[in-house]
């Protein structure tokens, strides 16, 4: 690939991944409440989702979408609902993305890695601004008069790690504050402001 092309590509995918999106603030509460270990396994999970979205969006996810109109509603109403369901736990302050009030022991139960991964990997791809990134934007950097196997995994590579570093750049302001939010409340004010995102955007994909 030529190397003008690169250099656009690169700060555009990095202005797109580290902007506030369902995917950060995922990375972002996690952190805050089970720190940047354990949320390297939703990181693992979300990257493949990103992934697949972008070969899905490659080889032409949109146009058979259209043809099937009933196939796109139903992931559309998929994805909203994991979202609102996410969305409440987080306002509930319970499950697998808060803490317990302080003085409470942990849950025994603490999200394992498989679910960590799960919620990821499915974060990513209910994901909006994931599609309309790679429909939208990804088309452009990629030349039709040459293979599109080399291309796309050269782009992939290059946003994955991208995607990689913002995570981790959430995660470790998370695990930061952390130690500023020693107090239940405020830790269930953090999980109020996610979980807010998480059903705003989930109503909103619903209902667009």
């Keep these: 690939m030529e190397l003008s092309t690169l250099a656009l590509f690169v700060p555009a995918s990095f202005f797109a991944s580290v902007t506030p999106g369902l995917c950060m603030m995922l990375s972002l ?20 989702g990103v992934a697949s979205v972008a070969i899905t969006s490659a080889l032409g996810a949109a146009v058979l979408m259209v043809q099937y109109p009933t196939l796109f509603q139903l ?9 609102a369901w ?15 009030d302080q003085g409470d022991t942990v849950d025994a139960s603490r999200p394992s890695r498989r679910a960590l991964a799960l919620q990821g990997f499915v974060t990513a791809v209910a994901n909006p601004k994931g599609w309309a990134f790679f429909i939208a934007l990804l088309p452009p950097f990629i030349n039709d008069a040459k293979p599109l196997v080399p291309q796309l995994s050269v782009l992939l590579a290059i946003l994955l790690l991208l995607e990689a570093l913002c995570l981790l750049i959430y995660a470790s302001g998370g695990q930061a504050l952390s130690r500023l939010l020693e107090r239940s409340e405020n830790v269930r004010l953090v999980n109020r402001i ?15």
């Design 75 to 83: 992931f559309k109403y998929c994805g909203a609902a994991y979202l």
């Design 86 to 100: 996410i969305g409440v736990q987080m306002w509930r302050s319970r499950g697998q993305l808060a803490l317990m």
């Design 29 to 48: 509460s996690l952190g805050i409440t089970l720190g940047v270990r354990q949320t390297l396994w939703m990181m693992v999970g979300e990257l493949i």
């Design 194 to 208: 996610s979980g807010t995102l998480m059903l705003s955007v989930g109503a909103w994909l619903a209902l667009s």
